[in-house]
Structures are given as C-alpha cells and as structure tokens.
C-alpha cells in the first residue's frame, strides 16, 4: 500500500489549503483513514481521523471547527479542508490508513506534505 499526499503550500494567516492524499495498491473502503503533522522540535500530532464504514470522525481540539476531513472511495482518496489557518498551523501533514479501525495505530502512512502558514 502506498499513500502520496499533495496540496501543501505557502499560506497567510487566515487563508486556506486543501490537501489531497492518494492511496494505491488497495481499496480504501477497508481502512480508517486519517491525517497528522509535525512541526520540527514538536511532537507527531493527529489531526483527524474518520472511520472504515464513514460513520465516524474525530479532530484534534486545536484544529476542530477550521478543518473538515472526508474521503472518496471511489477514488481511492482522503482530503483535508482546513480553513482559517494560523501559523501554528504549520507542519508536514501526511496521511496514513488503519485496517483495524478508527483507534488502531496506521499500517501504512505517506511521507506528508509541507503547510507553511505565514505572513
């Protein structure tokens, strides 16, 4: 299974991006999907995760109500809205999928694309 994440970028405070991540080799229907970051010196840090049958999705307290995640099965793809972005904000967000489901550590993760948010 390979995962490829995109969308990353220079943005100011305030703006918007939208990460794309791309998995290959299997079906996601199978999986819980989800996205974290790390920013350098910090912690590895999850953003958001939804479940294998869609019912279900969380978001970490600092970026809840600014950023949506969804997924695509049919096309084998996970997004990241995030919204009213703040430099904080700032990391690698990469993705990962979790055959065992939403509280299961990811079988597989992608190298993660970088969100710059500044001024």
């Known amino acids: 299974v390979q995962l490829q994440a995109s969308g990353g970028g220079l943005v100011q405070p305030g703006g918007s991006l939208r990460l794309s991540c791309t998995v290959s080799?299997?079906?996601?229907?199978?999986?819980?999907v989800g996205w974290f970051r790390q920013a350098p010196g910090k912690e590895r840090e999850g953003v958001s995760r939804?479940?294998?049958?869609?019912?279900?999705?969380i978001y970490a307290d600092s970026v809840k109500d600014r950023f949506t995640m969804s997924r695509d099965n049919a096309k084998n793809t996970m997004y990241l809205q995030m919204n009213s972005l703040k430099p904080e904000d700032t990391a690698v967000y990469s993705c990962g999928v979790a055959s065992r489901g939403l509280g299961f550590p990811f079988d597989f993760w992608g190298q993660g694309t970088q969100v710059t948010v500044s001024s």
């Open positions: 939804i479940s294998i049958d869609d019912s279900s999705t």
């Open positions: 080799g299997q079906t996601l229907d199978r999986y819980a």
